[in-house]
């Protein structure tokens, strides 16, 4: 059979270019077959159908055009040809576009285009498609996430945290308060401490007495949906904590909001708050199932800002109670995060409100070790010896809007900072990705397989 395009095509009304595909296609001047669409989700259904596609050609134009289009069409193995007809800066690459094109695109531009990205259906095996067109930054920050099931302090200890990474290297405030007010006409280029709060049941804008709920993780969420804003726009959707020197991304106004947020857009959204400042503290929640443990997309949409930001973190912090529900939820809760592939050399157990007799401590420390060993097997072995923490007057302090009380940040900071420097790199954690291998760099036989055993 004679090898051809198959091409999707999706543009606005009366697109003088889309006129144009089909023409060449109908005469034969183009080896192709045009599939006119009439919007986004008939292009998702059609990916879905099956039917091999060599290509998706958009209108830059059309509503709908965002991450989560093209991401379900390279999943589908089809390229991705913009054409760029509202003559914007928008940077169509960083958002995974294949190429863009000139609305007065000619035949030979677009032939010469096909074959550098896209391939035909007759072809047996289409080329691997990597991520170089992913436009992610070289030199993203840290990312340390905060965890635990409720009534454990987890949010407070994210504050905690975020304010002890901050005086370790943050500039100094300028500000006398340290409720969030409005957003800063002044954002820098780059913060060094950002304290995010990923939480579907966001506590951060209470705990901060903020007047204002908007800007938030919604806006930001948004904002990377068609595009890959600078990180002084990302900033903008910030309020400035000048007391405990850290800026705060609020959360979701309302949990039920979570059905907004587009998972590849979340997923782009924590890349650019990473690259937006030195070390991002997310406090999200405990619950990270997907489609593998349910079955159910919606449930890891559910979950997609907890999911991203664990599978980015190079520490996660879960916090625990000094109680026998507090010890049995803390094992609970570090076993579904080893489930979900967070190395257990990552995991910071932490006893908030710990007692302060020595003893007392030392009994929680030996029950965790054996809950864990009974739970998790040979793993726990790799976790370290939780954290403890003293009862310290921290809602005196949020309500107030100052400071939290030492020891509290520094404790956190130095432990996060002493199991960061001897965990694996942070790339270790998420999906696999596929390494190539040479021709003839396999020479050799196993011993199952050996020349000899085979004759």
């Not at 595909?21 to 099956?50: I, K, N, Q």
């Not at 193995?77 to 007065?104: F, I, M, N, Y």
């Not at 800026?247 to 587009?262: A, E, I, M």
């Not at 593998?292 to 890891?300: I, K, L, P, R």
């Amino acid at each position: 059979m004679r090898e051809r395009y198959v091409l999707l095509g999706l543009a606005r009304a009366r697109a003088e270019w889309f006129r144009t595909v089909g023409h060449w296609s109908t005469a034969a001047a183009l080896p192709a077959e045009f599939v006119r669409c009439v919007s986004a989700d008939e292009v998702r259904a059609r990916l879905a159908a099956g039917r091999p596609f060599s290509a998706l050609l958009v209108d830059a134009a059309v509503p709908g055009l965002d991450r989560d289009l093209l991401a379900a069409a390279h999943a589908a193995g089809c390229a991705v040809l913009v054409v760029d007809t509202v003559d914007t800066d928008r940077d169509w690459r960083g958002l995974g576009a294949d190429a863009v094109l000139a609305p007065a695109f000619s035949r030979d531009e677009l032939l010469e285009v096909l074959g550098a990205h896209a391939h035909a259906v007759a072809d047996a095996a289409p080329p691997v498609r990597g991520d170089a067109a992913t436009g992610a930054s070289a030199d993203p920050g840290r990312l340390i996430a905060v965890t635990g099931p409720g009534g454990t302090g987890a949010s407070t200890l994210a504050i905690a945290l975020a304010q002890g990474l901050a005086a370790r290297g943050a500039r100094a405030a300028g500000a006398a308060s340290g409720a969030a007010g409005d957003v800063d006409a002044d954002v820098p280029a780059r913060c060094p401490v950002l304290l995010a709060d990923l939480c579907r049941n966001a506590d951060q804008a209470m705990l901060h007495d903020s007047r204002s709920l908007v800007p938030g993780v919604q806006e930001v969420v948004e904002m990377h949906r068609t595009a890959r804003p600078a990180a002084a726009d990302v900033l903008g959707q910030t309020f400035e904590v000048a007391e405990r020197g850290y800026r705060l991304l609020l959360g979701l106004r309302r949990p039920r909001h979570w059905v907004t947020l587009r998972p590849r857009a979340v997923e782009a959204a924590v890349d650019g708050l990473r690259r937006a400042a030195e070390v991002v503290v997310a406090d999200i929640e405990s619950d990270v199932e997907g489609e593998a443990e349910t079955g159910s997309v919606d449930v890891e949409d559910r979950h997609a800002l907890a999911r991203s930001a664990i599978t980015r973190a190079e520490v996660v912090v879960v916090a625990g109670e000094a109680s026998m529900k507090g010890c049995f939820a803390l094992v609970r809760t570090i076993g579904d995060l080893l489930d979900h592939g967070v190395p257990p050399d990552r995991v910071l157990p932490v006893v908030n409100r710990s007692p302060r007799s020595p003893r007392a401590r030392a009994e929680l420390t030996t029950g965790l070790a054996t809950l864990l060993q009974g739970s998790i097997g040979d793993a726990g072995e790799r976790l370290v010896s939780p954290l403890h923490l003293p009862a310290r007057r921290v809602d005196e302090a949020l309500r107030d809007g100052v400071a939290v009380p030492t020891p509290l940040p520094s404790l956190l900071a130095r432990a996060v900072d002493a199991l960061a420097d001897r965990a694996a790199p942070a790339d270790a954690v998420g999906d696999l990705v596929p390494t190539p291998i040479a021709p003839g760099s396999l020479s050799g036989f196993t011993s199952q397989e050996s020349p000899e055993e085979r004759t």
